[in-house]
């Protein structure tokens, strides 16, 4: 089993940045949801209320954000922040940098609703799970674990039962592996790729996300969560990849095996 893809999302909800190595921190992987947009309330915004989130272009580096928004092109420098602000995510409430207005305006414009560019700065803090006292690991703006894998064999069973296939885009995960089985990795408890050992799992429930068209930001229709909800729901929730918790910092590379420990 091995890595196939690798993927960081710069700027919640908007598109993938395809990577050849990940280097995963104590916050997750580098650059991964390291920026977000938030309502007037500090609430977050994503996809699920702004399809459109889809067509913005970015680009990580070195602590800079490239945006891309059709034919206007911006970097927000590194270390641009000055403002604090409450920012919301789900039930965790924290604190986070607010980027200059122009920033916030041009994206406002773009997508057509009253926005505001926020960073995951050093002081803000939104811890998660341990495995050791010593250990502190934070989530940045996912929505709940810092990194998410996703098996090309269960995205393959899925597609058998579309009509029309989809791409692993839909479900915005950081690595894609090539597994022996579909859905084998909701049976693991710790695994080790390259240097980095992941634990603590837990399956990811679905939304309306993965309808929406990754290239258009356009609805698609009902599939792919009307099919998986025919045999992938349990309770409420419908599930597909898993979401996991890094034990330390280290460097994934795609080629990397994946290796299960527990």
């Known amino acids: ?110 997508l057509g609703v009253n926005a505001r560019l926020v960073r995951y700065a050093p002081y803000s803090q939104r811890r998660v799970r341990s495995t050791t006292m010593e250990w502190k690991p934070e989530v940045r703006f996912a929505d709940g674990r810092p990194l998410q894998l996703v098996n090309l064999k269960s995205l393959e069973e899925l ?15 950081n690595i894609l592996y090539s597994g022996v089985n579909a859905y084998e990795e909701e049976q693991w408890k710790r695994i080790r790729i390259g240097e980095v050992v992941f634990s603590l799992p837990k399956k990811c429930a679905r939304c309306t996300i993965i309808t929406i068209n990754q290239e258009t930001g ?29 034990e330390n910092e280290g460097v994934i590379r795609k080629g990397d095996t994946v290796e299960v420990l527990e």
């Not at 597609?159 to 995960?173: A, E, H, K, M």
């Not at 998986?228 to 599930?239: G, M, P, Q, S, V």
Request: zero cysteines; hydrophobic letters at 35%; proline letters at 6%.
């Open 1 to 110: 089993m091995q890595v196939e893809e690798l993927y960081i999302y710069p700027l919640k909800s908007a598109r993938a940045q395809n990577i050849k190595e990940m280097k995963i921190t104590s916050e997750g992987p580098e650059g991964d949801r390291q920026w977000m947009l938030v309502d007037e309330n500090g609430k977050f915004i994503s996809q699920r209320t702004v399809p459109r989130l889809a067509t913005v272009d970015v680009f990580y580096e070195q602590d800079t954000l490239s945006l891309g928004l059709q034919k206007m092109f911006f970097k927000v420098p590194k270390n641009s922040f000055q403002r604090k602000v409450k920012v919301q995510v789900w039930n965790d409430t924290f604190e986070a940098a607010l980027e200059p207005d122009l920033f916030s305006q041009a994206l406002s414009q773009h």
């Open 159 to 173: 597609n058998s039962r579309l009509t029309q296939p989809i791409g692993v885009d839909r479900f915005r995960t």
């Open 218 to 246: 356009v609805p698609s229709g009902p599939d792919p969560l009307k099919t998986l909800a025919t045999y992938r729901r349990e309770d409420k929730d419908i599930f597909f990849g898993t979401l996991w918790i890094p």
